[in-house]
């Protein structure tokens, strides 16, 4: 369960009612990227994510982006479980129907790279005006049991992340500068990394997908795992043109990469950088080469996690 | 896959686009309620289905009703199949914080009540001023393989209905009157008819939930069976307030009965009423009484169904 906007009060009061609604063990209190819930032999991973006209995407955006992004997303969260996709649900607000076919096209882009089927929704209307929204459900089937969660990092296990980070953040910059074209797709076609968490099933201790920067969910598997996290400035892969900005990178959001822990020694079957070390719970959820960071040093994107 | 707000023809084309994407058996084409799909052993009926501020509910309409209603008509789809639900996952737009807490309230209600789980989803803030969207993932098991569809009435079959057919109508008026208690209950929270679609399973040919008015739905059934139904109105069972007026009693909708077809001289196991026949395919999709409906005769709610 995610909720964006960050710490208003009314909202921390209506997931902390969500949360005591949501009591089934298959929930998970609501502290993970998915839920996990057993059917007839089978174990699925569930996840919903909404995006909203205005928050997560700006009227006028390719709104081909905006549908690939919104599977991306949720996908990630998927992987993050080692859960192979078997099925998605598709909330839908019209819009023009210029936008809407858009919309359509980056669908059936993203459906047909990850290999997803498209199996339903609904498709509602809005008065006009209104801010649109759009809201994707994952299911994928688990190929771990229990599956990976961001809860079971443990003292001396290695942290490891894969591809580089600061890649979104390098794209966004592209389209900002006016590129819609390969420079940009970093962050407006970001590639969850399904085929990296399926091989990693069974081998990580932790894992969860970084969606809101490298510190900041870092640090969410910290305080979840009971653990503090020493991160490696120097071993963590930052895109090229980032190098200078290498905080910045870590603290962008939309990168979609995996961060998982392994026993000390072990080396994982994917192309990934071990970039820090999980400890005892110290005072400080994360450590960044041995220090705590700056008071008031923003950890990552404006979302609160739940 | 339902599409709200009638006939625009930016509409059609987008779903006529998600219908090219969602080529998938379990799919159906979009034809149905919901979608069926197969994973590990276990068989899933998946649906999906928002609800938007000033279209499915009106600005100080009481935030608790609206999230048993969202509850009610995914329940009702999984009905429909005779699916056992076994997870709900959540997609909510912030109001402010009184409307959050009412829709806490309604929804735990409504979980508490049909006993299933809410397993999570996602929460998420809109542009001031905007209309909210809610949606709602219902997942269940298939109790009977393959589950019934609307698709599957046949000639010499017996239509029935479980139920009043208005209680939905009753209720509206009863609220717009200013009736906040008991008697506008059936249009605020209606029950989905969960227990009856699981004792159906294996005994129905085709079975659909009335979301729309008896008569477009029935309609639905026949176009989709390649059948003409025909309709005995004095059979039809209609809300006691109503008997004058069952013409509209029977184009309302939100009644969310179970509408199935069961070969002739079979008794259901659960209450119900035979008010119909299905005929092989004719002119006409629906008969009353054995002569089609007057030009322009207005079927159901202004839905699209797709």
């Known amino acids: 369960m995610t909720a964006t906007a960050a710490g208003a009060s009314g909202e921390e009061r209506f997931i902390a009612a969500l949360r005591s609604i949501a009591t089934d063990p298959a929930a998970r209190g609501l502290a993970d990227d998915a839920a996990e819930l057993k059917v007839g032999g089978a174990t699925l991973i569930v996840t919903h994510d909404m995006m909203v006209e205005g928050v997560h995407w700006l009227r006028g955006q390719d709104m081909a982006d905006v549908a690939w992004k919104l599977v991306a997303v949720n996908l990630s969260d998927l992987a993050a479980k ?13 819009g023009d129907a210029r936008e809407d076919a858009r919309f359509a096209e ?27 929204a759009v809201g994707l459900t994952a ?52 590639r969850p ?17 970084i969606s809101d920067g490298l510190l900041l969910d870092a640090s ?38 995996l961060l998982f822990t392994l026993l000390p020694g072990a080396e994982p079957p994917v192309t990934a950088t071990r970039i820090g070390i999980v400890h005892p ?26």
């Open 82 to 94: 080692a859960a192979r996709p078997v099925a998605l649900m598709l909330g839908y607000t019209l």
């Open 106 to 132: 980056g669908l059936r882009e993203a459906v047909t790279t990850f290999g997803v089927p498209l199996l339903g929704g609904d498709t509602v209307a809005a008065p006009s005006g209104s801010a649109r």
């Open 139 to 190: 299911i994928g089937e688990a190929t771990a049991t229990p599956s990976p969660a961001r809860a079971d990092a443990k003292a001396g296990e290695a942290l490891w992340v894969t591809g580089t980070i600061g890649n979104a953040l390098a794209g966004y910059e592209a389209l900002v500068a006016g590129d819609f074209g390969p420079a940009s797709l970093s962050y407006r076609r970001p």
């Open 193 to 209: 990394r399904i085929a990296e968490g399926l091989a990693l099933a069974g081998i990580v201790s932790a894992m969860m997908d």
């Open 220 to 257: 969410r598997m910290a305080d979840a795992s009971g653990t503090t996290i020493a991160i490696d400035c120097a071993a963590v892969p930052i895109h090229p043109a980032l190098t200078d900005r290498a905080l910045e990178a870590m603290t962008w959001g939309d990168d979609y990469q």
């Open 281 to 306: 719970r110290g005072v400080h959820a994360l450590l960044l080469d041995g220090a705590p960071l700056p008071m008031g040093q923003v950890l990552g994107y404006r979302h609160t996690n739940t």
